[in-house]
């Protein structure tokens, strides 16, 4: 059901529900997706309206102002409103949800690298993997199935040589806005769903506590009057009151929403806002020629493409065909006769990338990484674009600068301080390193680094250099899931280890970041937060 906080008289208090969940991003619309239907009552705070498409209104955006650290002001330094969206929707309206799961080195620590792993096995993700893979309509889940891939891509990856430190993989992406804008995908089942109350332009201003700090009793929200001259101003003030709270508000204004509460469920080592990661990139790292054109089918493993599968009977409700086996998708290539048969098919793009066997990484002691190969047409060179890993830094941390304030609301804002450190460093050399040895071996006889990776920590290329050092948008790792509380933030079940109805909804519950993009794996957490809930909740 959709409701406007718009509406609201000034005191209002909202009570009776079951869940409350804070912001309508990724995460915050798979667990209302989720949780649609069942017997517990929810009401999702939305910052937007539902009518927001591809940008959020000025007001909304200027409360998502921040001020950044040295470092990362040399890198990206709008970083903070760039990189996140303030609507309905989230950042998922600027996001092609380029899809792939956490591998299984990203789960474990790694002696001589980073001891912070997971607190939770890649299996217990699997099945939530499989229905985050829904929202995509993204096909199997076999990133594995290389004989799949080959056939659908018709393309190869590199010749397998003896001694190979690399290996090829699979990206999905999903580029539909009425798919990848999770707003629009979910907007009929939210709006009929009786046990859902989507509130809009409801902001969360604070979070009210017990003495103890252990319990949440409401939700301070306000609404934003529109103004022509400022742009936006403080509206009617209202309360929420629910069992339990879901905070999936992204990885860097969860963060800043704790520390407006009184640092809420820090622990004793001061972790609140610390290990704060994004995917470094190097988009143009080096640039390789072959000693001849490369096969048109191994280009085709790095293109990306778009993919149209029939999935198996009744995925899509459909009727069953001759030929179709039990459970198998079928590649199409048939032109489209009839344009309205589209909706038969799971349509998306797909491509390979490098990435190191599991052996590489044990062995090198260096982060994830991926590479991708963008080849000139005629297939004689090559540029290598480079994502890694960040190793967790309790340095690299998010803060509130109480000397800005956003221009609405008067509280402070986010100050990012997002640091590398030598590891860092020192996994983007060797990777770079193993990715040119690796091709000088399948045909490279000449290479031109673009990017200057010497020196320390803080010695890199910077904009507007071609080959500059430039941040992913994921933010990750800041309210760090953990065993014990005093490792990390939230539990396994993404509750604060401090605060008994409180959870936290979105990557900055990452213990790691791996190289994959974190939405698929933010889906699948998302949802088995909701399936726990409504465990403990029914």
């Not at 991708?372 to 830094?393: C, H, K, M």
């Not at 509380?485 to 979105?506: C, F, K, M, Q, T």
Request: charged share 20%; glycine share 10%; with cysteine.
């Amino acid at each position: 059901m959709y409701h406007y906080a718009d509406q609201l008289p000034e005191g209002t208090i909202l009570s009776g529900f079951d869940i409350c969940i804070v912001g309508a991003g990724a995460a915050g619309i798979a667990m209302a997706q989720r949780l649609a239907n069942s017997s517990l009552k929810v009401i999702l705070l939305v910052s937007g309206g539902p009518g927001d498409r591809g940008a959020p209104s000025e007001a909304r955006q200027s409360l998502y102002q921040g001020t950044v650290g040295e470092f990362l002001r040399k890198v990206d330094p709008v970083f903070p409103q760039r990189s996140r969206l303030n609507m309905y929707g989230g950042t998922t309206n600027h996001f092609g949800f380029w899809a792939r799961p956490l591998d299984a080195a990203d789960y474990m620590p790694r002696p001589g690298y980073r001891e912070v792993g997971w607190p939770i096995k890649q299996d217990d993700l699997t099945p939530y993997y499989i229905a985050a893979h829904e929202f995509g309509q993204f096909g199997p889940f076999n990133y594995d199935d290389m004989d799949f891939w080959r056939s659908v891509l018709y393309a190869r990856p590199f010749d397998a040589h003896p001694g190979d430190k690399l290996e090829g993989a699979i990206m999905r992406a999903q580029y539909d806005e009425n798919l990848h804008d999770f707003q629009l995908q979910f907007r009929d089942e939210m709006e009929r769903a009786a046990n859902i109350t989507v509130l809009f332009n409801a902001h969360l201003l604070t979070i009210e506590n017990d003495e103890t700090q252990g319990l949440v009793k409401e939700l301070i929200c306000s609404t934003i009057v529109a103004s022509s001259s400022a742009g936006g101003a403080p509206g009617a003030r209202f309360r929420v009151r629910a069992r339990t709270y879901a905070l999936a508000c992204g990885g860097i204004e969860n963060v800043r929403l704790l520390q407006l509460s009184g640092d809420l469920g820090n622990n004793r080592r001061d972790m609140l806002g610390r290990g704060f990661i994004v995917h470094p990139l190097l988009t143009n790292a080096a640039r390789v020629h072959f000693e001849k054109p490369v096969s048109s089918e191994i280009r085709n493993f790095f293109r990306e493409q778009q993919i149209r599968l029939k999935p198996p009977p009744n995925t899509l409700g459909g009727p069953r065909e001759v030929g179709d086996g039990d459970g198998e998708y079928r590649h199409m290539v048939e032109p489209l006769v009839n344009p309205e048969l589209v909706f038969e098919y799971l349509m998306f793009n797909a491509w390979g990338v490098l990435a190191p066997k599991h052996k590489t990484l044990l062995d090198e002691r260096i982060g994830n990484f991926r590479i991708i190969l963008y080849f000139r047409d005629e297939g004689s060179s090559a540029i290598v674009n480079l994502n890694w890993e960040q190793t967790p830094n309790e340095n690299s941390r998010i803060t509130l600068d109480r000397r800005r304030v956003d221009p609405i609301f008067g509280q402070p804002l986010a100050h990012i301080d997002w640091r590398l450190s030598d590891t860092d460093k020192q996994s983007a050399v060797r990777a770079l390193e193993i990715t040119l040895a690796y091709l000088r071996d399948h045909g490279v006889v000449r290479q031109e680094m673009i990017t200057d990776v010497s020196g320390g920590a803080d010695c890199w290329t910077f904009p507007p250099h071609v080959g500059a050092l430039e941040t992913g948008d994921h933010h990750m790792g800041a309210l760090r899931m953990s065993t014990a509380p005093e490792d990390g933030i939230v539990d396994i079940n993404s509750r604060l280890h401090r605060v008994d109805n409180l959870y936290i909804a979105g990557s900055a519950v990452f213990p790691t970041g791996g190289y994959a993009n974190p939405t698929l794996t933010i889906v699948a957490l998302a949802l088995r937060l909701a399936d726990h809930l409504k465990r403990v909740l029914d």
